[in-house]
């Protein structure tokens, strides 16, 4: 199942679970269908077949749970409505299933992904407590969901109807549903302030102040290093938006401010000509690699907890307000021995600043 669901009944969710798992104790690969509430184009749709022999799963008074007869891709609004009239389900994308029957089902329908990922289990290497799959076997998997791998084409599939409030959230538009909302239909985050602005989603991340004067239907989102500002209609497409700014090589469309990383995270302040200033927290016992650049120096100052720094062949303690220097070409490491959060202020200067101009020399985490 995805992560970022909003179910608004967990005991019925549960109850569907367990009821679901009786079919696939049985060999089928059940889905949970949920009962349309509107001609929804951005949800694909499932086909009702037979029902499934009788103890397969329970009724939740919903209809009995059938055989899958079709998956339906995201319909225009008219084919939402016949699908509906026609008593179609909303696909909520979850599965349960024995280990035994998806992998002879995956054997069938999809050897590739699944030779792909065992030969990057057999070739994976552990440390600390990460287990990492072979990148270069995982990297030739064919990239398809489980949709497409199995579930359009396993004569296994089953569909328990249930009927509990659901949103998979896909979109702006969503989130605004759920939320809740003031008197003039407006989800607000953050510091935000309106005017003659009704129906719309305002989400203001960090300390900026987000205003809005006179729309409606809209989503404005602003975090510190962009701004989204989309029509609640076509709030789907920010996925064909990302996409262009990938096109485009615009980090903002998958690096965040705050990077995290297995020994803690990283966060941008400010970046120009030949500098960058990041603000840095390590984990105690967390222990950046062993490193060099090629085109910029750096200066740490602590600002909080103590710093154990190797520069070349000096490995030097380096307290709250104190600073270190590491000129150009210098091996470098640094660790947190202590018992609390180490936080200091990175000032990066030199000819390139960006995270592809570092050499790893040695990596507790096997990066």
């Not at 896909?170 to 989130?175: E, I, K, Q, R």
Request: net charge negative.
């Amino acid at each position: 199942m995805a992560a970022d669901h909003v179910i608004g009944d967990t005991q019925a969710f549960r109850a569907a679970v367990a009821a679901a798992a009786q079919g696939a104790r049985a060999g089928a690969i059940m889905t949970l269908g949920i009962q349309p509430t509107r001609p929804a184009t951005d949800y694909g749709y499932i086909r009702r077949g037979s029902p499934l022999p009788e103890g397969g799963t329970q009724d939740l008074g919903q209809g009995p749970a059938c055989a899958v007869e079709r998956f339906v891709e995201k319909p225009d609004a008219a084919g939402a409505e016949r699908l509906i009239a026609e008593g179609a389900l909303w696909n909520s994308g979850y599965f349960l299933f024995r280990a035994d029957v998806m992998l002879a089902e995956l054997e069938t329908f999809a050897p590739a992904v699944l030779a792909g990922a065992r030969a990057a289990l057999a070739a994976a290497a552990t440390d600390l407590d990460f287990v990492r799959l072979d990148a270069e076997a995982f990297g030739q998997v064919p990239k398809i969901s489980i949709d497409y791998a199995v579930m359009e084409r396993t004569g296994r599939a089953g569909v328990l109807p249930v009927a509990f409030p659901w949103s998979d959230v896909g979109t702006w538009d969503a989130v605004w549903g759920v939320l809740e909302r003031d008197r003039d239909g407006n989800a607000l985050r953050g510091r935000v302030e309106l005017i003659g602005t009704r129906n719309s989603l305002v989400h203001s991340a960090g300390e900026g102040l987000t205003t809005v004067v006179g729309l409606e239907d809209v989503v404005v989102v602003t975090t510190p290093d962009a701004v989204l500002v989309a029509s609640k209609a076509q709030a789907g497409r920010v996925k064909e938006l990302v996409g262009q700014l990938r096109a485009r090589a615009h980090p903002e469309a998958d690096a965040h401010l705050r990077m995290y990383r297995p020994w803690g995270w990283y966060q941008r302040i400010d970046i120009g000509e030949r500098f960058q200033v990041k603000r840095i927290m390590v984990t105690p016992g967390g222990r950046l690699s062993l490193q060099k650049h090629y085109h910029r120096a750096e200066h740490w100052v602590v600002v909080k907890g103590t710093a154990e720094v190797t520069v070349d062949e000096r490995v030097v303690l380096v307290h709250e307000n104190e600073a270190v220097y590491l000129p150009i070409g210098s091996m470098h490491r640094l660790t947190n021995p202590g018992k609390i959060p180490l936080e200091l202020i990175e000032v990066q200067v030199g000819s390139y600043t960006g995270e592809d101009d570092i050499i790893r020399v040695e990596d507790i985490y096997g990066r």
